[in-house]
């Protein structure tokens, strides 16, 4: 079963972010960031946990290990969503490595 620190790790190198990268966004040194993939530090504030989720493109959840799934499953009604797009939204879902590319064709951020 994976752990906190091992996910953090696996979904930073996912998205191809450096420690200094994902250390500058969420306002610490890269040294923390290291320190949380490697379980030196193993009480990371609540706060701080959103915002590594928030950088890391994952839910809380995930980070902590109370789910596999990477991002929480927004309720869709099916009368507004086309099949196609629920398509497209699982191919972006599963394909994380690929999603700050389609954000930059989309135009999205």
């Not at 040294?31 to 193993?42: C, D, F, L, N, P």
């Not at 086309?82 to 490595?97: L, S």
């Amino acid at each position: 079963m994976e752990m906190l620190q091992e996910r953090l790790r696996k979904r930073r190198r996912q998205l191809g972010l450096t420690l200094a990268q994902v250390a500058e966004q969420i306002g610490v040194k890269e040294a923390t960031v290291q320190r949380y993939e490697s379980g030196a530090i193993a009480n990371i504030k609540y706060q701080t946990i959103l915002k590594l989720s928030e950088t890391l493109k994952c839910s809380p959840a995930y980070l902590l290990c109370w789910t596999d799934a990477t991002c929480s499953q927004p309720k869709v009604d099916d009368d507004t969503i086309t099949a196609h797009e629920k398509d497209v939204i699982r191919a972006y879902r599963d394909n994380p490595d690929l999603q700050a590319s389609v954000d930059t064709i989309l135009k999205i951020h």
